[in-house]
């Protein structure tokens, strides 16, 4: 049966609101505006207290020193016919492929950083002679993922392994956000808007590894693999799988395709974790090698998974996310991509092998780690 064809442009413009605030991240909102005038009037860029970075937030060790969480935001671009001739042509990939950037936000009216989605290093194609400008329109860009690091200076600038923050929409208040985060020494800090400390979570223990969003919440992963999720609103944790006990010596978390996954880390000497007051210790030690687990939810069981086909897991400095290596330049499918004390690396789940990696997998090209800044036509 032929269906009639309708223009967009004759929907009821008071459709136009409620389909644009649909809309979760910056960028769609950015593209969508970028329409049409009656589309760019029907909704506004953000809400007018949304989250802006950096933040100032009081620091998790001592609320006296001046911290700020910045924020780093993960996008896939793909190239269309517009793209080629472009600015970025040094950049681009060879084949249809698309490729990883990774943008570090700095205040507003300042450039952004164009950083690795791996190690975090900046980076900038030593061809650049001058700031890159970027027309969105010539590409197709999608959000994958966020990260979040703490920043400040003082003693206790490397006091904490990983923070998130959440809920970072563009419609929502900055009053209604949560950071979590994991201190070195494995305990477990919340802090909501306002506040001016950190709280401690199951504060007797010291054995946290990671911590991500998944469903709209916090999950966390123990030593021992348990997940639990974290009621923000009573600062407790509710078990939400059994124990996976695996014996490597640090768990990682990973969202891919909707499930969960836990990616066991196992180091060739166990490494010492720094204390709570940030006392320098040793760096990571070199990796052996990798274990992945799957939570089978229905059963409620931990599946170990030998093989995770087209799919690449990055283990990043800041945050882990999974890839879809068949559409992506640089990346193998069923490997996972880390740093440790080598700097760069690849675990190959196929033959357990594990290579030092002397580029940005992301780029067909090489990177020289300088810090100019990358300017966007944003």
Known sequence: ???????????????????????????????????????????????????????????????????SLTQATLYLIESTDASFGSKLDPLAPSSSKGWLIKVE????GVSLRLVSPISGRKIFHPSEDSPMIWNLLNYRVIELCKSYTLQNTGRFSASVSKVVFFPNSSWVGVEDSVACCVFLEGRLGIMKHGDE?????????????????????FYVTDKWGTISWVDTNSLK??????????????????????????????YETEPRRRNYFGRQENRDAAVECFKVYKLDEDWGTWVD????????????????????????????????????????????????????IDFDPTKSIYMKEE???????W
């Open 105 to 108: 936000e700095g205040p507003k």
């Open 1 to 67: 049966m032929d269906r009639e064809k309708v223009d967009w442009s004759e929907l009821p413009i008071e459709l136009w609101p409620k389909i644009g605030k649909c809309l979760e991240n910056h960028i769609d909102v950015l593209r969508f505006r970028s329409v049409c005038e009656t589309w760019r009037s029907s909704i506004p860029s953000s809400h007018p207290n949304s989250p802006s970075f950096p933040m100032k937030i009081p620091h998790p060790i001592n609320s006296s020193i001046k911290a």
């Open 371 to 377: 810090e100019p800044l990358w300017r966007s036509s």
């Open 305 to 356: 998974v030998k093989k995770l086909g087209d799919r690449a897991f990055i283990l990043g400095r800041n945050c882990n996310f999974s890839v879809s290596a068949k559409e992506l330049t640089g990346y193998q499918g069923n490997c996972i991509y880390f740093t440790d004390m080598f700097d760069l690396r690849m675990y190959s789940l196929d033959d357990h092998s594990i290579v030092t």
């Open 237 to 266: 944790l509710i078990q939400f799988t059994p124990p996976l006990c695996g014996f490597g010596n640090k768990k990682h978390l990973v969202e891919s395709c909707g499930s969960l996954y836990v990616v066991d880390r196992y």
């Open 197 to 217: 400390k950190w709280a401690l979570v199951d504060d007797k223990n010291f054995y946290y590894d990671d911590v991500i969003v998944h469903r709209g919440q």
